[in-house]
């Protein structure tokens, strides 16, 4: 994971060198450095969006199972046996 100085860094460098590619003073051996540098900023960030993406993804459904389980644990609590019905949308 990385921190949010890292990402900002990353962003940072990564229209740094947009800027140094565009550059007509800039050699064509430099922009082609200067183009990879950009792709492995820009595979980082992408990386680490995934991550979070996954990470919230994941949070949401383990929210959603606890929920469930307590909904069970209360319905056995009661007695009654008989477990409500989830809601559905209607159509």
Same mark, same amino acid.
Request: proline share 2%; with cysteine.
């Given at each position: 994971?990385?921190?949010?100085?890292?990402?900002? #860094?990353? %962003?940072? *460098? $990564?229209? %740094?060198?947009?800027?140094?590619? %565009?550059?007509?003073?800039?050699? $064509?051996? &430099?922009?082609?450095?200067?183009?990879?540098?950009?792709? &492995?900023?820009?595979? &980082?960030?992408?990386? %680490?969006?995934?991550?979070?993406? *996954? #990470? $919230? +993804?994941?949070? @949401?459904?383990?929210?959603?199972?606890?929920? +469930?389980?307590?909904? #069970?644990?209360?319905?056995?609590?009661?007695?009654?046996?008989? *477990?409500?019905?989830? @809601?559905? +949308?209607? &159509?």
């Amino acid at each position: 994971m990385l921190s949010d100085a890292e990402v900002k #860094r990353l %962003e940072t *460098l $990564s229209e %740094e060198m947009v800027k140094s590619i %565009e550059n007509s003073g800039t050699s $064509s051996e &430099a922009a082609v450095v200067f183009g990879k540098i950009g792709r &492995a900023c820009s595979r &980082a960030l992408a990386q %680490e969006a995934g991550r979070n993406a *996954l #990470r $919230s +993804a994941r949070s @949401q459904h383990t929210n959603k199972f606890q929920s +469930a389980r307590q909904t #069970r644990m209360q319905a056995r609590k009661s007695g009654n046996g008989v *477990l409500p019905q989830p @809601q559905r +949308a209607q &159509a």
